[in-house]
């Protein structure tokens, strides 16, 4: 049994010895041969010295450089470099696997043949207070919305996951990855996976501790791109993907036209007003819970957190709506740009 891991990576020195290190601490059988390849666009902040230097540890540890950049195309390299194996698992550099990641998705793909995707449960870790604000509200449904991977208590087929495994045979049969997609080229990968007649599965069982980004000048740019790639995803395959997605636009294009209600008169605007009502007493409760479960949570702090989900995806994906459909442009070079 052969299997290839592949771990895009660019400027991560603090999280990238701790990923390599729980990826060789797995556990498999004595017969399986594992190779991580760690993709790397061209770091300049002490990563790439840390991957050499761990490479005398790890024999089957190799470094490939990432010109360009990008996470399609350090996916692809990585599993391009693997060659034809059995598994390939993708890990973030920020993605610190279980031990039994990799031998429960090959289990379940081995003894599933429906399934074609297997992924785990995030635990979301921080790096500062404002990391441990951020992560608190992505766990919770209100934060990330209903149905999302980020939020299940159990495991089951989903739409997509993070940290996948796929038989190599999946690539054959539907391609690599799409180096045009800058942000959800796993989402659109899945969404393939899906419609080839595939399931995605979300395993319990395994986990994944994963940094979450620390200021919410990079959450808000992060979750805008997540909007407005989403959008060009749907364009690409002339679909809606998964209709939660929706929901964030609506309530931006809802926000402002809530404005404009008291030109009408003041009882409409109080009926129009009632969601957005609901929406405040909806982040108050959990922004409540949170403070009361955690004490060093600031009840104001993850307060604002959620509006910056979700208005954030929200204005990206009407930013791609307009791009997209109405000028029909292709992604501009600003959003080409990671956020960090």
């Not at 990923?19 to 556990?27: E, G, L, N, R, S």
């Not at 996470?71 to 990585?78: D, E, S």
């Not at 059995?86 to 990799?102: E, K, P």
């Not at 929706?246 to 926000?255: D, E, G």
Request: proline share 3%; charged share 20%; with cysteine.
């Amino acid at each position: 049994m052969k299997i290839t891991v592949v771990i895009p990576c660019r400027n991560e020195h603090l999280f990238i010895e701790e990923c390599i290190h729980a990826i060789y601490k797995c556990d498999l059988p004595d017969t399986a041969s594992i190779q991580v390849f760690v993709v790397d666009g061209m770091s300049d902040d002490g990563t790439r010295i840390k991957v050499e230097n761990l490479k005398a540890e790890y024999s089957s540890l190799q470094f490939i450089d990432n010109v360009k950049q990008l996470t399609p195309f350090a996916f692809n390299l990585g599993i391009y470099a693997g060659g034809k194996v059995d598994f390939v698992q993708i890990v973030g550099a920020r993605h610190i696997l279980s031990t039994n990641y990799l031998m429960n998705a090959i289990n379940m793909l081995n003894n599933n043949n429906e399934v074609w995707c297997v992924g785990g449960r995030i635990i979301n870790e921080y790096i500062n207070e404002t990391g441990r604000v951020i992560s608190n509200a992505m766990s919770t449904t209100f934060g990330m919305g209903l149905g999302n991977f980020r939020t299940l208590s159990k495991s089951g087929f989903t739409d997509t996951v993070t940290s996948p495994m796929y038989p190599y045979w999946v690539f054959e049969k539907i391609g690599f990855f799409d180096e045009n997609l800058i942000r959800n080229q796993d989402d659109d990968f899945n969404f393939r996976v899906t419609n080839a007649g595939g399931k995605i599965y979300y395993d319990h069982e395994i986990s994944l501790k994963y940094y979450v980004r620390g200021n919410f000048k990079g959450l808000w740019k992060q979750f805008f791109q997540y909007g407005y790639w989403k959008v060009y995803v749907n364009r690409k395959h002339k679909a809606v993907t998964t209709l939660r997605q929706l929901v964030p636009p609506l309530f931006v294009v809802y926000l402002f036209l809530l404005l404009f209600s008291p030109l009408f008169n003041y009882l409409f605007a109080g009926v129009v007003g009632l969601p957005f009502t609901a929406y405040i007493l909806l982040a108050l409760y959990f922004s409540y819970q949170a403070s009361k479960e955690d004490a060093k949570i600031q009840f104001i702090e993850i307060l604002k957190t959620y509006p910056i989900l979700h208005i954030s995806y929200g204005l990206g994906y009407l930013k791609g709506l307009f791009t997209f459909f109405v000028l029909k442009n292709d992604p501009s070079e600003k959003q080409k740009e990671l956020s960090r």
